[in-house]
C-alpha cells in the first residue's frame, strides 16, 4: 500500500480565481470521483502533503477533506483519507445533462448497475443545497476545534422546544447515528425490561426500514393498516371483546412505531384526536409509543403539529426519535431520541456501552450550524425546493388518465397513483430512470388487496360514477433530493412510461 505522502492526484489551485481555494479543491474532488478518475477506495494525499506540493496551508486541505467527508465522498481508514467505499461514479454532466453528485445508500440498499441512471428513488441523491459556506465552515471550525464538552444536547434541547413543542433537559437527550440506530437501542432496553421478545406494531405500509430493525433485533412485527390520517388505534389488537362475536384474543403489543407527523410513506397527517386515543390505549396495556419524527421540519402548508412527545405530559408513554437526514443528507449520519423516564438510564448505559457512532466532529459541527441559525434557514431552503419539485411532478403528470400524485402537506417525497406499478417501476428502468414501487413499502406478510385504501366512502362512492382511477394501492415512490435538472429529465421519461 502506497503512504499518502506517495500518493498524487491532477489537483490543482488558480489564485487568480475568485473561488475560494478550498472550494476549488473540493469542486476538483468531486469531478475527477464523478469521472471515474478516483474510484472507491482511492488514497488521497495526507494534508501535510498536498498542501507542500500547491503552496497552500495545511489549514486549507484540512477543511477540504473535512468538507467532503461530511458530503460522502471520504472516508478516514486507518490514519490514511480515502475515497468512501459506497460512493458510485457516474459519467460527466456533458454526457447526461444532469448533476453529478454521487449516489448514497439510504433506506433501502440494491444492487444497480453504474450506467448513467437517474435515481428517482427517496434519498438516493446527496442534497447539493447543503454545499455552502456556512456548512464547510461549521465542518471547518469543529475539525479545528479543541477538546471538550459537546454542545449539541444543549441545542437540541432547545430545537425540541421551540419546535416540536418538548420540553426536556439536554441530560434527557441520547444521541444516535439516526432513527434506525435509536430504534434499535429502544427495544434493547424495552425488551430488557420485559425481559421476552417484543410485540412491535408497525405501520402497513410503512417505513421498511424500521420494520426490518424490530425483525433484526429478534422482535415480532405486526403490521397495522393504514388510512388517510395514519394510523388508526381503533385496528390494534386488545385482547378484549370486540363486540363482533368473537374475542380479539391477540396479545397487545409492546410497543407502536408510527410516523403521525407525516405518515411514510402515503403522507397522511395524525389528528390530535387520535393522537390521544392512541396515548390512552397505550397507557392501558403498558405499551410504548415510538414517533418516528422524520421530517416535521418540512411542513410545506401550515404550521406542524407538535410532537407526540408533547402531548406525554407524564412522560411515561412516548419516545421521539429525530434525525437530519431528510434537511441535511443521509451522509449526515446525526440523530437524536428522547424516551419516557424510566427508559432512559437504561437508554444512556446502553449508549455508553455501545460507545457512540457519531463522531465528536460531526457532533461539534451540527451544532456549530445550528448555533449559527444557518440550518433553520438551510432548512426553509429545503422547503421551498421540495415543494418546487412536488409542483414539478404534478404539473409533469397532469394530464394523464388513471395518474395522480398524492396530496400531501410536506416532505421529501411524492407518491404517484398509477394503474400498473410493476410495468411503470420497469418500464422507467428500462428507459434509465430508477423509481421506487409502493409495494416495497407494505409488509411481506399482508397483502394490499387486504389493507384499507386512503379513499374515504365519500370518495369511493364519486369513483363509481366517475372515470375509473387507478388504484390507490399501486403506486409510484419519488424522492425530491435530487436536482431540479435531474428530476426534469426524469420526469420526462416517466411520463413516457406512464402514456403507453
Not at 1 to 8: C, I
Not at 204 to 213: I, K, Q, T, W
Not at 227 to 240: I, M, Y
Request: charged share 25%; glycine share 8%.
Amino acid at each position: 500500500m502506497r503512504h499518502a505522502r506517495a500518493v498524487d492526484v491532477p489537483l490543482s489551485v488558480d489564485r487568480a480565481s475568485d473561488v475560494a481555494l478550498g472550494e476549488q479543491l473540493v469542486d476538483q474532488v468531486r469531478d475527477l470521483v464523478a469521472r471515474g478518475v478516483l474510484c472507491a477506495g482511492d488514497p488521497l494525499p495526507s494534508s501535510r502533503a498536498l498542501a507542500e506540493r500547491l503552496g497552500i496551508s495545511r489549514g486549507t486541505v484540512v477543511t477540504t477533506w473535512d468538507v467532503l467527508a461530511g458530503e460522502g465522498y471520504l472516508t478516514a481508514d486507518r490514519g490514511a483519507t480515502r475515497i468512501a467505499p459506497d460512493v458510485r461514479v457516474v459519467p460527466a454532466a456533458s454526457e447526461l445533462h444532469i448533476s453529478t453528485t454521487p449516489l448514497h445508500s439510504t433506506r433501502t440498499r440494491r444492487s444497480v448497475p453504474d450506467t448513467g441512471q437517474i435515481d428517482l428513488r427517496p434519498g438516493k441523491a446527496v442534497i447539493a443545497e447543503l454545499d455552502t459556506p456556512a456548512w464547510r465552515g461549521a465542518w471547518r471550525d469543529a475539525a479545528s476545534a479543541t477538546a471538550g464538552a459537546v454542545p449539541l444536547r444543549q441545542h437540541l434541547a432547545e430545537y425540541l422546544r421551540l419546535n416540536r413543542g418538548v420540553v426536556r433537559e439536554p441530560d434527557d437527550i441520547v444521541i444516535t447515528a439516526g432513527a434506525r440506530d435509536g430504534l434499535q437501542l429502544v427495544l434493547r432496553v424495552l425488551g430488557a425490561l420485559r425481559g421476552r421478545r417484543l410485540r412491535v406494531a408497525v405501520e402497513d405500509p410503512g417505513y421498511s426500514a424500521l420494520r426490518r430493525v424490530v425483525e433484526a433485533t429478534g422482535h415480532i412485527a405486526i403490521p397495522i393498516p393504514v388510512d388517510e390520517f395514519g394510523l388508526n388505534p381503533a385496528s390494534l389488537p386488545t385482547g378484549e371483546w370486540a363486540g363482533t362475536g368473537t374475542w380479539d384474543v391477540a396479545e397487545t403489543p409492546d410497543a407502536v412505531v408510527v410516523t403521525p407527523g407525516h405518515q411514510y410513506p402515503l403522507g397522511g397527517t395524525m389528528p390530535v384526536s387520535r393522537r390521544l386515543e392512541l396515548l390512552r390505549w397505550a397507557r392501558q396495556h403498558r405499551a410504548v409509543v415510538i414517533e418516528d419524527d422524520y421530517d416535521s421540519e418540512l411542513r410545506y402548508t401550515g404550521q406542524p403539529l407538535p410532537a407526540l412527545a408533547a402531548l406525554d405530559t407524564n412522560r411515561d408513554t412516548v419516545v421521539t426519535l429525530g434525525s437530519f437526514t431528510k434537511v441535511l443528507g443521509n451522509g449526515v449520519g446525526v440523530g437524536h431520541l428522547v424516551a419516557p423516564d424510566d427508559l432512559l438510564p437504561g437508554l444512556h448505559t446502553l449508549r455508553a456501552e455501545l460507545g457512540s457512532p457519531v463522531s465528536a466532529v460531526a457532533q461539534r459541527a451540527i451544532a456549530r450550524f445550528m448555533d449559527s441559525g444557518h440550518l433553520q434557514r438551510h432548512t426553509a431552503r429545503m422547503r421551498r425546493a421540495y415543494r418546487r419539485r412536488r409542483s414539478l411532478i404534478a404539473h409533469a403528470l397532469a394530464d394523464l388518465p388513471r395518474v395522480a400524485v398524492v396530496p400531501m402537506a410536506g416532505g421529501s417525497h411524492a407518491v404517484i397513483e398509477v394503474p400498473d406499478e410493476a410495468a411503470a417501476v420497469a418500464g422507467a428502468a428500462q428507459r434509465g430512470v430508477l423509481v421506487s414501487g409502493l409495494g416495497e413499502y407494505w409488509a411481506a406478510s399482508t397483502s394490499r388487496a387486504e389493507t384499507r385504501t386512503m379513499m374515504s366512502a365519500r370518495d369511493a362512492a364519486e369513483a363509481v360514477r366517475a372515470e375509473p382511477r387507478a388504484d390507490p394501492r399501486e403506486g409510484l415512490v419519488l424522492g425530491l433530493t435530487a436536482s431540479d435538472v435531474e428530476l426534469e429529465n426524469g420526469m420526462r421519461v416517466l411520463r413516457r412510461v406512464l402514456s403507453l
